[in-house]
């Protein structure tokens, strides 16, 4: 069956948290998620949006969802799409629907005069490092994420 994106609204805040937190289950990760409806509301919808979600939906009935937010590359000299969650039901896996929000926010960047996108992908997550090389995606072995969070960015208040 083939599915349907559309940008999220307001409304879909409890679908995003579900998602969030269904992907956070399949990463393992579910004690990490600390996001609340009211807070997706305001970082989503607020007056100034830090991202954007697209919703795959099969038959009427969500199948997944994209969110995203711009970067910008110095070194380019233009800005690019950094997808932050990619995830689908484990109910319609294989039937394209990841690959059409992939290809949904290809074109995007495209639109948006992006000079890449780019993502993470955790080390053991096979199916999906497989599933990002079929469209092309290269990992960058030389770069590593440094993350400030928790009381170690508090403390420069």
Not at 4 to 19: E, H, M, Q, Y
Not at 105 to 114: D, P, S
Not at 136 to 143: H, Q, T
């Amino acid at each position: 069956m083939p599915c349907t994106l559309r940008s999220a609204t307001a409304a879909d805040v409890p679908l995003i948290l579900a998602f969030i937190r269904d992907l956070a289950i399949y990463e393992k990760l579910l004690p990490e998620v600390i996001a609340t409806e009211a807070a997706l509301h305001d970082s989503l919808f607020g007056p100034q949006p830090a991202a954007h979600v697209v919703i795959a939906e099969s038959g009427n009935r969500p199948a997944g969802f994209a969110l995203y937010f711009f970067t910008y590359s110095t070194f380019l000299a233009r800005p690019g799409l950094y997808l932050e969650d990619l995830f689908v039901n484990p109910e319609f896996r294989g039937a394209g629907i990841g690959k059409a929000l992939l290809l949904h926010l290809a074109k995007i960047a495209n639109a948006r005069g992006c000079g890449r996108m780019e993502w993470t992908v955790l080390d053991w997550n096979e199916p999906a490092k497989g599933f990002y090389k079929k469209l092309g995606a290269v990992p960058l072995e030389d770069w590593r994420i440094m993350r400030l969070t928790g009381p170690a960015l508090a403390q420069y208040q």
